[in-house]
């Protein structure tokens, strides 16, 4: 390959375009590469076109600093604003929802649950029965169901317990004996 060759430079400026649109596609779209990748976008244009070398580097530099110009404060605007947006079903995580079939305590077992327009499969997280019409959390995705966790936990001890010693005053009511 002769870098003086006008056919050398199409392939590289192609070549570089294609690597900066993976750069880009590598840093979750913050805009960062992509200016890169039309400046050598147009600069491939211009070798097609038959224009100089120098030209064609004149082309790339100006190119991607108008485009980082204009496309850089807008990837740091979505930076600002968190993380974009999550794709498939691991966007659910950490999200609310609300139980429309009970979502059994045993383990495998599964109920419907709704998140959003969405409705899931779902199993407990906390080993315990979760009613119809309860609020959930999903905690995380586990294939094609969610695994949820009540945001009121329900209780476990009857009314009938009695919790009016603990067991640091009954040792203490001992040793005064």
């Excluded at 960062?32 to 224009?51: D, E, N, Q, Y």
């Excluded at 998140?115 to 999903?138: D, L, Q």
């Amino acid at each position: 390959m002769h870098l003086g060759s006008p056919d050398s430079w199409r392939v590289i400026w192609v070549v570089v375009a294609a690597f900066f649109v993976l750069a880009e596609f590598a840093r979750r779209l913050r805009f960062f590469f992509l200016p890169f990748a039309l400046g050598a976008a147009f600069a491939a244009v211009g070798a097609f076109a038959g224009i100089s070398v120098a030209l064609q580097w004149l082309v790339f530099v100006v190119t991607s600093s108008i485009g980082l110009a204009l496309l850089l404060p807008l990837g740091r605007k979505l930076l600002a604003e968190g993380q974009l947006a999550t794709v498939g079903s691991n966007r659910w995580v950490g999200q609310y929802g609300v139980v429309l079939d009970d979502v059994p305590d045993t383990p495998g077992r599964t109920g419907t649950v709704r998140i959003g327009t969405e409705t899931w499969r779902a199993e407990t997280g906390y080993s315990t029965a979760i009613a119809a019409g309860s609020e959930i959390f999903v905690t995380r995705v586990e294939g094609n169901r969610l695994i949820v966790l009540p945001v009121t936990f329900p209780s476990e001890v009857s009314s009938e317990s009695s919790f009016s010693e603990s067991p640091l005053s009954e040792s203490q009511s001992e040793e005064g004996t």
